[in-house]
């Protein structure tokens, strides 16, 4: 099946249409044209060889909701037609204890992502969302609820279940304390999240601007970071705090404000952070501890309970020809709180 996406030939430089081949179908694979294709910090970071593992030409995009236009010979879960949505994997060995449990995203072979890693099969490198089409395994398609504003939807496909797992791991409910740290992609999506859980939610910020904005999208309480006196007030106070800032930073101060035996999660940023001071971690037995995605149950699990809850994403739609405006948006945090590519509306 030949298609067409954006794809930056080289780090920094700009998003072009690119032709190319999706795979032909496997017996097990369905090929989905996207409707829909969020746009994550990490195909910036990827896009700029952040990381230092972009393979070039390279199509981000892991946050994708389609419709299945065709279906391999063994493929039982879906039928031509179907609205259905792609996140940050699509394979693993499906062997290994991990995949047997249902945490594919921690694949002791390791898991496939959704662009820039190496098919399994053939070895070719994946192209992801920011295209017309893509062609998945089965067992890594997930249903959307007919409920679900399919144009809203694609974040939650990563900014949606980045922060849902560990609000699940970590058993957050009513009664629990929980506070979020940015309030970007990440950040918004774990405050409806929370709250949907009955927990109280405090979003901590280093700007009293964001106040407004937090308790608006549900947060029961602000916590302004750049005050000491507020920060001491608060100590001892949340049971989990949800890291979501993408960049190097000092998480030292956030320390004190757990409960003993609380956990401070970071779910942003993906490298260095600055150097930890373990006086707070000792005197209440507080952790530190980082969260991938979910598996593909749980991923399904949270679109069940998306649509149950009507949580959505807050989303600004573009077009594809619009991306590398939207990159350099994204790069100044001017978005609110996360970009949706509409296929349908694109003229590439």
Same mark, same amino acid.
């Given at each position: 099946?030949?298609?067409?996406?954006?794809?930056? /030939?080289?780090?920094?430089?700009?998003?072009?249409?690119?032709?190319?081949?999706?795979?032909?179908?496997?017996?097990?694979?369905?090929?989905?044209?996207?409707?829909?294709?969020?746009?994550?910090?990490?195909?910036?970071?990827?896009?700029?060889?952040?990381?230092?593992?972009?393979?070039?030409?390279?199509?981000?995009?892991?946050?994708?909701?389609?419709?299945?236009?065709?279906?391999?010979?063994?493929?039982?879960?879906?039928?031509?037609?179907?609205?259905?949505?792609?996140?940050?994997?699509?394979?693993?060995?499906?062997?290994?204890?991990?995949?047997?449990?249902?945490?594919?995203?921690?694949?002791?072979?390791?898991?496939?992502?959704?662009?820039?890693?190496?098919?399994?099969?053939?070895?070719?490198?994946?192209?992801?969302?920011?295209?017309?089409?893509?062609?998945?395994?089965?067992?890594?398609?997930?249903?959307?609820?007919?409920?679900?504003?399919?144009?809203?939807?694609?974040?939650?496909?990563?900014?949606?279940?980045?922060?849902?797992?560990?609000?699940?791991?970590?058993?957050?409910?009513?009664?629990?304390?929980?506070?979020?740290?940015?309030?970007?992609?990440?950040?918004?999506?774990?405050?409806? $999240?929370?709250?949907?859980?009955?927990?109280?939610?405090?979003?901590?910020?280093?700007?009293?601007?964001?106040?407004?904005?937090?308790?608006?999208?549900?947060?029961?309480?602000?916590?302004?970071?750049?005050?000491?006196?507020?920060?001491?007030?608060?100590?001892?106070?949340?049971?989990?705090?949800?890291?979501?800032?993408?960049?190097?930073?000092?998480?030292?101060?956030?320390?004190?404000?757990?409960?003993?035996?609380?956990? $401070?999660? $970071?779910?942003?940023?993906?490298?260095?952070?600055?150097?930890?001071?373990?006086?707070?971690?000792?005197?209440?037995?507080?952790?530190?501890?980082?969260?991938?995605?979910?598996?593909?149950?749980?991923?399904? /699990?949270?679109?069940?309970?998306?649509?149950?809850?009507?949580?959505?994403? /807050?989303? /600004?739609?573009?077009?594809?020809?619009?991306?590398?405006?939207?990159?350099?948006?994204?790069?100044?945090?001017?978005?609110?709180?996360?970009?949706?590519?509409?296929?349908?509306?694109?003229?590439?």
């Amino acid at each position: 099946m030949k298609t067409i996406g954006f794809a930056a /030939e080289s780090a920094h430089s700009p998003l072009q249409p690119y032709e190319y081949d999706c795979r032909p179908l496997r017996e097990d694979d369905v090929a989905i044209e996207i409707l829909y294709s969020g746009v994550c910090h990490s195909d910036l970071h990827t896009v700029n060889n952040d990381w230092g593992w972009t393979v070039f030409p390279t199509v981000p995009g892991h946050e994708i909701v389609g419709r299945v236009v065709e279906v391999g010979s063994q493929v039982s879960r879906y039928k031509v037609g179907d609205q259905v949505a792609v996140g940050c994997m699509v394979d693993s060995c499906q062997s290994c204890s991990q995949c047997h449990s249902g945490e594919e995203q921690f694949c002791e072979a390791g898991f496939t992502q959704t662009y820039n890693s190496v098919d399994r099969h053939t070895q070719a490198i994946t192209k992801g969302g920011f295209a017309k089409h893509i062609v998945v395994r089965q067992e890594f398609v997930l249903s959307i609820p007919k409920s679900l504003d399919l144009a809203k939807a694609a974040p939650l496909l990563c900014a949606g279940i980045t922060t849902y797992s560990p609000l699940r791991t970590w058993n957050v409910g009513p009664g629990s304390q929980v506070a979020i740290i940015g309030m970007g992609g990440l950040g918004h999506m774990a405050i409806k $999240l929370a709250v949907a859980m009955g927990a109280h939610v405090t979003v901590i910020s280093r700007s009293q601007d964001k106040q407004g904005d937090a308790l608006d999208l549900g947060a029961n309480d602000f916590l302004l970071s750049s005050e000491p006196e507020s920060m001491e007030l608060s100590a001892n106070r949340f049971d989990l705090i949800l890291d979501t800032v993408p960049v190097k930073h000092d998480i030292t101060p956030y320390l004190p404000l757990l409960k003993v035996d609380g956990t $401070l999660t $970071l779910v942003g940023q993906v490298g260095p952070i600055a150097e930890v001071n373990t006086v707070p971690m000792v005197m209440g037995r507080r952790r530190i501890a980082a969260s991938l995605i979910g598996g593909i149950a749980q991923t399904q /699990e949270m679109l069940d309970f998306c649509a149950k809850m009507n949580i959505l994403p /807050e989303v /600004e739609m573009i077009k594809m020809e619009e991306i590398n405006q939207a990159f350099e948006r994204l790069e100044r945090a001017d978005v609110r709180y996360r970009f949706v590519i509409d296929m349908q509306a694109s003229s590439f």
